[in-house]
Protein backbone atom coordinates (compact mmCIF):
# COMPACT_ATOMS: atom_id res chain seq x y z
CA UNK A 1 0.00 0.00 0.00
CA UNK A 2 1.55 3.50 -0.82
CA UNK A 3 1.98 5.88 1.87
CA UNK A 4 0.42 8.99 1.36
CA UNK A 5 3.15 11.41 2.17
CA UNK A 6 1.66 14.35 0.60
CA UNK A 7 -1.58 16.16 -1.08
CA UNK A 8 -1.85 18.50 -4.06
CA UNK A 9 -4.03 21.85 -3.40
CA UNK A 10 -5.30 25.31 -5.20
CA UNK A 11 -2.30 26.98 -3.29
CA UNK A 12 -4.42 28.80 -0.40
CA UNK A 13 -3.87 32.34 0.89
CA UNK A 14 -0.73 32.38 2.82
CA UNK A 15 1.42 29.74 0.18
CA UNK A 16 2.69 33.14 -1.38
CA UNK A 17 6.06 33.42 0.24
CA UNK A 18 6.72 29.28 0.02
CA UNK A 19 5.44 29.39 -3.82
CA UNK A 20 7.93 32.56 -4.61
CA UNK A 21 11.00 30.22 -2.87
CA UNK A 22 10.23 27.30 -5.10
CA UNK A 23 9.72 29.32 -8.19
CA UNK A 24 13.73 30.06 -7.55
CA UNK A 25 14.45 26.47 -7.87
CA UNK A 26 12.52 26.17 -10.65
CA UNK A 27 14.65 29.41 -12.43
CA UNK A 28 17.76 27.59 -11.06
CA UNK A 29 18.95 26.94 -14.75
CA UNK A 30 18.35 29.77 -16.59
CA UNK A 31 19.93 32.84 -17.23
CA UNK A 32 19.60 36.06 -15.18
CA UNK A 33 18.39 38.01 -18.41
CA UNK A 34 15.62 35.44 -18.66
CA UNK A 35 14.92 34.86 -14.65
CA UNK A 36 13.73 38.53 -15.30
CA UNK A 37 11.26 38.29 -17.76
CA UNK A 38 9.93 34.62 -16.17
CA UNK A 39 10.47 35.24 -12.41
CA UNK A 40 6.96 35.33 -11.12
CA UNK A 41 6.24 38.89 -9.99
CA UNK A 42 5.45 40.82 -7.08
CA UNK A 43 1.70 41.05 -8.19
CA UNK A 44 1.69 37.31 -8.86
CA UNK A 45 3.23 36.18 -5.57
CA UNK A 46 0.96 39.18 -3.84
CA UNK A 47 -1.77 37.77 -5.15
CA UNK A 48 -1.31 34.12 -3.89
CA UNK A 49 -0.56 35.73 -0.44
CA UNK A 50 -3.52 37.24 -0.24
CA UNK A 51 -6.08 35.41 -2.56
CA UNK A 52 -4.86 32.15 -3.42
CA UNK A 53 -3.87 30.20 -6.70
CA UNK A 54 -6.52 31.12 -9.34
CA UNK A 55 -6.07 34.04 -10.92
CA UNK A 56 -7.99 35.37 -13.91
CA UNK A 57 -5.76 35.88 -16.68
CA UNK A 58 -5.86 37.05 -20.62
CA UNK A 59 -7.06 34.18 -22.84
CA UNK A 60 -7.83 31.71 -19.88
CA UNK A 61 -6.83 30.39 -16.50
CA UNK A 62 -3.77 30.90 -14.25
CA UNK A 63 -3.49 28.35 -11.53
CA UNK A 64 -1.01 27.62 -8.89
CA UNK A 65 -0.96 24.59 -6.99
CA UNK A 66 1.21 23.40 -4.38
CA UNK A 67 1.71 20.10 -3.38
CA UNK A 68 1.73 19.82 0.91
CA UNK A 69 3.31 17.34 3.31
CA UNK A 70 1.09 16.24 6.39
CA UNK A 71 1.94 19.10 8.27
CA UNK A 72 0.68 21.16 5.54
CA UNK A 73 4.16 22.49 4.83
CA UNK A 74 4.64 23.17 1.28
CA UNK A 75 7.05 21.16 -0.84
CA UNK A 76 6.47 21.32 -4.30
CA UNK A 77 4.34 24.15 -6.86
CA UNK A 78 2.98 23.91 -10.13
CA UNK A 79 1.63 27.20 -12.12
CA UNK A 80 0.09 26.67 -15.13
CA UNK A 81 -1.23 29.87 -17.24
CA UNK A 82 -2.18 30.48 -21.09
CA UNK A 83 0.51 31.99 -23.26
CA UNK A 84 -0.45 35.55 -23.03
CA UNK A 85 2.37 36.96 -25.31
CA UNK A 86 2.41 34.68 -27.93
CA UNK A 87 -1.77 34.69 -28.05
CA UNK A 88 -1.94 38.20 -28.27
CA UNK A 89 0.63 37.83 -31.50
CA UNK A 90 -2.58 36.61 -33.33
CA UNK A 91 -6.01 38.45 -34.84
CA UNK A 92 -8.94 38.77 -31.88
CA UNK A 93 -10.97 36.41 -33.93
CA UNK A 94 -8.47 33.47 -33.35
CA UNK A 95 -7.38 33.98 -29.69
CA UNK A 96 -10.23 32.48 -27.53
CA UNK A 97 -9.65 29.21 -29.40
CA UNK A 98 -5.64 29.01 -29.07
CA UNK A 99 -6.44 29.71 -25.12
CA UNK A 100 -8.41 26.97 -24.93
CA UNK A 101 -5.88 24.59 -26.79
CA UNK A 102 -2.28 25.46 -25.62
CA UNK A 103 -1.92 26.14 -21.86
CA UNK A 104 1.61 26.82 -20.69
CA UNK A 105 3.42 24.91 -17.51
CA UNK A 106 4.98 28.17 -16.46
CA UNK A 107 6.94 26.35 -13.29
CA UNK A 108 7.30 23.52 -11.81
CA UNK A 109 9.43 22.64 -8.77
CA UNK A 110 9.89 20.22 -5.58
CA UNK A 111 12.17 21.53 -2.76
CA UNK A 112 15.42 20.19 -3.26
CA UNK A 113 15.34 17.74 -0.02
CA UNK A 114 12.00 16.20 -1.26
CA UNK A 115 12.26 15.88 -4.87
CA UNK A 116 12.42 12.13 -6.35
CA UNK A 117 9.39 10.65 -4.39
CA UNK A 118 6.98 11.04 -7.01
CA UNK A 119 5.73 14.93 -5.72
CA UNK A 120 6.89 16.08 -9.16
CA UNK A 121 4.66 13.63 -10.73
CA UNK A 122 1.46 13.61 -8.80
CA UNK A 123 1.36 17.55 -9.20
CA UNK A 124 1.51 17.00 -13.13
CA UNK A 125 -1.26 14.55 -12.54
CA UNK A 126 -3.49 16.92 -11.42
CA UNK A 127 -2.95 19.18 -14.17
CA UNK A 128 -3.33 17.21 -16.53
CA UNK A 129 -6.65 15.36 -15.41
CA UNK A 130 -8.05 19.29 -14.80
CA UNK A 131 -6.61 20.44 -17.96
CA UNK A 132 -8.39 17.29 -19.95
CA UNK A 133 -11.92 18.12 -18.43
CA UNK A 134 -11.49 21.74 -19.73
CA UNK A 135 -10.73 20.49 -23.25
CA UNK A 136 -7.09 21.71 -23.61
CA UNK A 137 -5.30 20.00 -26.45
CA UNK A 138 -1.46 20.52 -25.75
CA UNK A 139 0.68 21.12 -22.74
CA UNK A 140 3.63 22.87 -23.26
CA UNK A 141 6.48 23.66 -21.10
CA UNK A 142 9.93 25.60 -21.74
CA UNK A 143 13.23 24.13 -20.00
CA UNK A 144 16.62 25.03 -20.31
CA UNK A 145 18.96 23.66 -22.69
CA UNK A 146 21.09 23.17 -19.75
CA UNK A 147 18.49 21.50 -17.54
CA UNK A 148 19.50 18.01 -18.16
CA UNK A 149 17.67 16.44 -15.35
CA UNK A 150 14.55 17.97 -16.15
CA UNK A 151 14.36 17.63 -19.68
CA UNK A 152 15.18 13.86 -18.99
CA UNK A 153 12.38 13.65 -16.29
CA UNK A 154 9.48 15.91 -18.77
CA UNK A 155 10.40 13.34 -21.38
CA UNK A 156 10.07 10.61 -19.03
CA UNK A 157 6.56 12.49 -18.40
CA UNK A 158 5.56 12.07 -21.98
CA UNK A 159 6.56 15.48 -23.47
CA UNK A 160 8.47 15.73 -26.40
CA UNK A 161 11.18 17.44 -26.61
CA UNK A 162 11.38 20.06 -29.49
CA UNK A 163 14.72 20.35 -31.87
CA UNK A 164 16.26 23.79 -31.74
CA UNK A 165 14.25 25.95 -34.35
CA UNK A 166 11.97 23.41 -34.75
CA UNK A 167 8.16 24.39 -34.64
CA UNK A 168 4.65 23.37 -33.24
CA UNK A 169 2.52 23.80 -36.42
CA UNK A 170 -1.04 24.41 -35.67
CA UNK A 171 -4.22 24.42 -37.97
CA UNK A 172 -6.82 27.14 -37.43
CA UNK A 173 -9.85 27.57 -39.38
CA UNK A 174 -8.45 30.82 -39.70
CA UNK A 175 -5.19 30.00 -40.91
CA UNK A 176 -1.81 28.58 -39.48
CA UNK A 177 0.23 29.34 -36.19
CA UNK A 178 3.25 27.82 -34.44
CA UNK A 179 4.94 28.11 -31.34
CA UNK A 180 8.66 28.71 -32.34
CA UNK A 181 12.46 28.48 -30.62
CA UNK A 182 12.67 32.07 -29.30
CA UNK A 183 16.04 31.31 -28.97
CA UNK A 184 17.03 32.08 -25.06
CA UNK A 185 18.16 29.01 -24.39
CA UNK A 186 15.06 27.10 -23.45
CA UNK A 187 14.04 23.66 -24.94
CA UNK A 188 10.34 23.79 -25.89
CA UNK A 189 8.51 20.71 -24.63
CA UNK A 190 4.78 19.76 -25.45
CA UNK A 191 2.46 16.70 -24.27
CA UNK A 192 -0.94 16.29 -26.11
CA UNK A 193 -3.73 15.95 -23.18
CA UNK A 194 -6.39 14.42 -25.18
CA UNK A 195 -6.51 11.01 -26.34
CA UNK A 196 -6.02 10.00 -29.36
CA UNK A 197 -4.34 13.25 -30.23
CA UNK A 198 -0.52 12.78 -30.70
CA UNK A 199 2.59 14.95 -31.81
CA UNK A 200 4.13 14.21 -34.63
CA UNK A 201 7.08 15.17 -36.33
CA UNK A 202 7.56 15.74 -40.00
CA UNK A 203 9.69 17.54 -42.57
CA UNK A 204 8.97 20.41 -45.26
CA UNK A 205 10.74 20.61 -49.05
CA UNK A 206 13.84 22.11 -47.83
CA UNK A 207 14.75 19.57 -45.07
CA UNK A 208 12.77 21.88 -42.58
CA UNK A 209 11.59 19.85 -39.61
CA UNK A 210 8.44 20.17 -37.59
CA UNK A 211 6.11 18.91 -35.02
CA UNK A 212 2.42 19.08 -35.95
CA UNK A 213 -0.51 17.66 -33.72
CA UNK A 214 -2.42 14.90 -35.16
CA UNK A 215 -5.67 12.58 -34.55
CA UNK A 216 -5.31 10.18 -36.69
CA UNK A 217 -2.53 7.43 -37.60
CA UNK A 218 0.74 9.22 -38.60
CA UNK A 219 0.94 7.79 -42.33
CA UNK A 220 -2.33 9.48 -43.53
CA UNK A 221 -0.13 12.97 -42.56
CA UNK A 222 -3.76 14.36 -41.31
CA UNK A 223 -3.06 17.48 -39.25
CA UNK A 224 -5.28 18.71 -36.77
CA UNK A 225 -7.79 21.37 -37.15
CA UNK A 226 -8.44 23.78 -34.27
CA UNK A 227 -11.67 25.63 -34.61
CA UNK A 228 -11.59 29.00 -33.89
CA UNK A 229 -15.07 29.70 -33.67
CA UNK A 230 -16.05 26.59 -31.49
CA UNK A 231 -18.02 27.72 -28.04
CA UNK A 232 -15.72 28.23 -24.96
CA UNK A 233 -16.53 25.09 -22.49
CA UNK A 234 -18.93 25.83 -19.85
C1 LIG B 1 11.86 18.20 -12.20
C2 LIG B 1 11.14 18.02 -10.85
C3 LIG B 1 9.95 18.96 -10.78
C4 LIG B 1 10.66 16.55 -10.75
O1 LIG B 1 9.96 16.38 -9.53
P1 LIG B 1 10.30 15.14 -8.57
O2 LIG B 1 9.31 15.14 -7.48
O3 LIG B 1 11.74 15.22 -8.21
O4 LIG B 1 10.10 13.90 -9.57
P2 LIG B 1 9.27 12.58 -9.27
O5 LIG B 1 9.82 11.94 -8.03
O6 LIG B 1 7.82 12.86 -9.30
O7 LIG B 1 9.66 11.73 -10.54
C5 LIG B 1 8.76 10.80 -11.05
C6 LIG B 1 9.46 9.82 -11.93
O8 LIG B 1 10.59 10.39 -12.60
C7 LIG B 1 11.79 9.71 -12.22
N1 LIG B 1 12.81 10.75 -12.08
C8 LIG B 1 13.06 11.50 -11.03
N2 LIG B 1 14.07 12.36 -11.31
C9 LIG B 1 14.44 12.09 -12.60
C10 LIG B 1 15.41 12.60 -13.46
N3 LIG B 1 16.27 13.55 -13.07
N4 LIG B 1 15.49 12.12 -14.73
C11 LIG B 1 14.64 11.15 -15.13
N5 LIG B 1 13.71 10.60 -14.34
C12 LIG B 1 13.62 11.06 -13.09
C13 LIG B 1 11.48 9.03 -10.91
O9 LIG B 1 12.29 7.91 -10.74
C14 LIG B 1 10.03 8.64 -11.17
O10 LIG B 1 10.02 7.55 -12.06
P3 LIG B 1 8.82 6.47 -12.07
O11 LIG B 1 7.61 7.22 -12.59
O12 LIG B 1 9.29 5.45 -13.03
O13 LIG B 1 8.68 6.00 -10.67
C15 LIG B 1 12.09 18.29 -9.66
O14 LIG B 1 13.17 17.41 -9.72
C16 LIG B 1 12.59 19.73 -9.57
O15 LIG B 1 11.98 20.56 -8.92
N6 LIG B 1 13.74 20.04 -10.20
C17 LIG B 1 14.33 21.38 -10.11
C18 LIG B 1 13.49 22.45 -10.76
C19 LIG B 1 13.25 22.20 -12.23
O16 LIG B 1 14.15 21.80 -12.94
N7 LIG B 1 12.00 22.44 -12.67
C20 LIG B 1 11.59 22.22 -14.04
C21 LIG B 1 11.99 23.32 -14.95
S1 LIG B 1 10.93 24.71 -14.77
Redesign the pocket.
Known amino acids: MEILTHRVRIAAPGDGEAVGLLAA??L??TDEATQGRARPGRDLLGHIETRGGIIRARHGHAICRVAADQQDKVI?MIHVAPPMSWIDEHPMALRPALGRTVVELG????DPGH???????SLLAVVEEDERARGTEVLFAK?AWT?W??L??HR?QGFTVAAPDEALLLYTSEGETSLVDLKDGHALLYKPMQSGIRILRTRLPGDVAFLYLSSLPAHSGHRRLINAGSPAPN
Open positions: VAEHGMLAVQGRGIGRVNASRWN
